[in-house]
């Protein structure tokens, strides 16, 4: 059975679906759009692209493919089409555009993506080795904005096709900022790096923390403890927010459970940020092929902050695909 068909099989609604997210075309058909394209799901399944990836889509699709050339066009092909089924990252003003009044929402593309299979994993092993080699490449030397680029030239160089978000290399004081964004400023201590490569369109994101004072070493020791108690309850058959309660029952019995403030980890795949989220109300089952990471921080604000971050293959437990050390990666 096809992806398309599991895909089919697995949705609870009927009717036509209109699949629009670049992501889930690449999932189902092998083609990465550049541009708006539109992908049909019905027994006889076709992919829509207008004509700057006509080329590209013609090599790459495992579908029928047709071209548009106005959104005119596209209006015309649902038009007499009353189930339609849309996914829920599709726009209002794209269900507006494309004259979509009655419709069900359906979001069975994102579920099937969570199991990834012997390819896909190669691809994020890859992506992640990348961005590894990298980082030991990289000079850690002048400013955090200096740093971050030669991070993501240097992973260019070992073959990503980009940067799979925008590299945080932070220090000081404002590494209490989670997502901070790099300045110009001389990179200080704590020194934390969140950054992933992409291959094939699959991402890695991995963060590492370098301390250096007695009180960050502290803090740091405390993470690492939490992240190795997360990565030994993830296995087949455990729920996401198991895995979260597992990591803030350490920072509460250290004393820094307000100061963990976002969720323990997520999937990862053709985007950085995947289902599930290990996080404190997501139930989601774990299962055998799951690609997730275990991502705990401290943040004490005006001081530093500290996070931590492992990409896990789930099998019978967390296949820790990482080979940066937690300490002395610098």
């Given at each position: 059975?096809?992806?398309?068909?599991?895909?089919?099989?697995?949705?609870?609604?009927?009717?036509?679906?209109?699949?629009?997210?670049?992501?889930?075309?690449?999932?189902?058909?092998?083609?990465?759009?550049?541009?708006?394209?539109?992908?049909?799901?019905?027994?006889e399944?076709?992919?829509?692209v207008?004509?700057?990836?006509?080329?590209?889509?013609?090599?790459?699709?495992?579908?029928?493919?047709?071209?548009?050339?106005?959104?005119?066009?596209?209006?015309?092909?649902?038009?007499?089409t009353?189930?339609?089924?849309?996914?829920?990252?599709?726009?209002v003003?794209?269900?507006?555009?494309?004259?979509?009044?009655?419709?069900?929402?359906?979001?069975v593309?994102?579920?099937?993506?969570m199991?990834?299979?012997?390819?896909?994993?190669?691809?994020?092993?890859?992506?992640?080795?990348?961005?590894?080699?990298?980082?030991?490449e990289?000079?850690?030397?002048?400013s955090?904005?200096?740093?971050?680029?030669?991070?993501?030239?240097?992973?260019?160089?070992?073959?990503?096709?980009?940067a799979?978000?925008?590299t945080?290399v932070?220090?000081?004081?404002?590494?209490?900022?989670?997502?901070?964004?790099?300045?110009?400023?001389?990179?200080?201590?704590?020194?934390?790096?969140?950054?992933?490569?992409?291959?094939?369109?699959?991402?890695?994101?991995?963060?590492?923390?370098?301390?250096?004072?007695e009180?960050e070493?502290?803090?740091l020791?405390?993470?690492?403890?939490a992240?190795?108690?997360?990565?030994?309850?993830?296995?087949?058959?455990v729920?996401?927010?198991?895995v979260?309660?597992?990591?803030?029952?350490v920072?509460?019995?250290?004393?820094?459970?307000?100061n963990?403030?976002h969720?323990?980890?997520?999937?990862?795949?053709?985007?950085?940020?995947?289902?599930?989220?290990?996080?404190?109300?997501?139930?989601?089952?774990?299962?055998?092929?799951?690609?997730?990471?275990?991502?705990?921080?401290?943040?004490?604000?005006?001081?530093?902050g500290?996070?931590?971050?492992?990409?896990?293959?789930?099998?019978n437990?967390?296949?820790?695909?990482?080979?940066?050390p937690?300490?002395?990666?610098?």
């Amino acid at each position: 059975m096809n992806r398309i068909e599991m895909a089919l099989n697995k949705s609870t609604e009927g009717g036509k679906h209109i699949i629009t997210k670049r992501e889930n075309i690449y999932y189902l058909t092998g083609f990465m759009p550049s541009s708006l394209s539109i992908l049909i799901l019905e027994d006889e399944p076709f992919l829509l692209v207008n004509e700057m990836d006509r080329e590209a889509a013609t090599e790459n699709s495992t579908v029928e493919v047709r071209t548009f050339s106005r959104m005119g066009d596209l209006r015309e092909v649902l038009a007499d089409t009353e189930d339609l089924v849309v996914e829920p990252s599709m726009t209002v003003g794209l269900m507006k555009s494309l004259g979509i009044g009655s419709f069900e929402v359906d979001d069975v593309v994102s579920e099937l993506r969570m199991i990834k299979d012997r390819d896909e994993i190669g691809n994020i092993r890859r992506a992640l080795q990348i961005a590894e080699e990298a980082l030991k490449e990289l000079e850690i030397e002048g400013s955090e904005s200096s740093i971050a680029a030669k991070l993501e030239y240097l992973m260019r160089l070992e073959g990503s096709e980009g940067a799979s978000f925008d590299t945080v290399v932070t220090s000081g004081a404002r590494s209490s900022i989670p997502h901070a964004t790099p300045t110009g400023e001389p990179a200080g201590s704590p020194l934390l790096l969140d950054w992933g490569a992409v291959y094939k369109g699959y991402h890695s994101d991995t963060t590492r923390t370098a301390a250096w004072t007695e009180r960050e070493q502290e803090i740091l020791e405390i993470v690492v403890e939490a992240k190795k108690e997360g990565l030994r309850t993830i296995k087949d058959g455990v729920r996401a927010c198991e895995v979260d309660r597992a990591v803030r029952s350490v920072m509460e019995d250290y004393g820094y459970l307000e100061n963990f403030i976002h969720s323990t980890g997520h999937g990862v795949g053709l985007e950085v940020h995947e289902k599930p989220s290990l996080a404190p109300g997501d139930k989601t089952v774990i299962r055998k092929g799951m690609v997730v990471t275990v991502e705990p921080g401290i943040y004490l604000p005006g001081e530093f902050g500290v996070r931590m971050e492992d990409m896990v293959v789930v099998g019978n437990g967390a296949e820790v695909i990482n080979r940066l050390p937690d300490y002395n990666w610098i």
